[in-house]
């Protein structure tokens, strides 16, 4: 049984440009959550999705950043007009219908 | 406000000494407490995890504690190993809130 897959692992972006960053959850998880982590920094939550839906946002920031967990496919996280500041490891973690979760290994943005 | 705090921010120990980490936090409604460790590189992978009524949970030579009083919990190794080398995150889950909330970690090196 495969863990938590991203796509790509690095990822080099000018400013400006879009960044997709791709999840595939553990097989039978419908519960998909987006984590950044800043250079020394701990984790922060930025989003929570079920399959087709988003249930909880509160950690997104209001612009430029949208998720989205279709009924086919993995889930995405897009960073439009990226910026310096979005530089980061963006990890993914899934779930099942208990609260453990399972993480990815991390796509790692760089912006130059 | 929901902070998690740990300490020390980062430790060196010989090869086959014990240490322990130590972890505050004021997340509340409280659910359950997770350490989790983080290899350089790596998405973070869960060691223990405690509800409110969990004293102390192991996992090999992890052994972890929680004070839900006090709000505090820690981590010991025991007999530490060269694989140990990482960072240990704790990690507070609120009622209701499928997002966890971390603390930056402590960053463990273990020398031959």
């Known amino acids: 049984n495969a863990g938590v897959m991203q796509n790509p692992r690095h990822l080099v972006r000018r400013r400006g440009q879009e960044a997709r960053l791709r999840c595939s959850p553990m097989?039978?998880?419908?519960?998909v959550y987006w984590y950044r982590q800043l250079p020394e920094e701990g984790l922060k939550f930025m989003v929570y999705?079920?399959?087709?839906?988003?249930?909880?946002e509160s950690g997104m920031p209001k612009e430029r950043f949208s998720a989205e967990f279709p009924k086919e496919g993995p889930s995405i996280l897009r960073i439009q007009q990226v910026v310096r500041g979005d530089s980061a490891a963006y990890f993914c973690?899934?779930?099942?219908?208990?609260?453990?979760?399972?993480f990815g290994p991390g796509t790692r943005l760089t912006v130059l | 406000k929901n902070q998690v705090e740990q300490s020390p921010q980062s430790l060196i120990i010989l090869e086959g000494k014990n240490c322990t980490l130590q972890?505050?936090?004021?997340?509340?409604?409280?659910?359950?407490l997770r350490w989790y460790k983080q290899d350089t590189g790596r998405g973070p992978v869960s060691l223990t995890i405690m509800t409110f009524s969990e004293n102390t949970k192991s996992n090999g030579r992890y052994t972890a504690t929680l004070d839900a009083d006090t709000k505090q919990s820690s981590l010991h190794i025991t007999a530490s190993q060269l694989s140990d080398s990482a960072s240990y995150i704790c990690?507070?889950?609120?009622?209701?809130?499928?997002?966890?909330?971390f603390g930056s970690g402590t960053r463990l090196q273990v020398q031959p």
């Open positions: 973690a899934s779930s099942a219908s208990t609260d453990t979760q399972y």
């Open positions: 097989k039978g998880h419908s519960h």
């Open positions: 972890c505050n936090y004021t997340v509340s409604p409280f659910s359950n």
């Open positions: 990690v507070v889950q609120r009622t209701g809130r499928r997002a966890l909330t």
């Open positions: 999705l079920q399959k087709e839906n988003i249930i909880d």
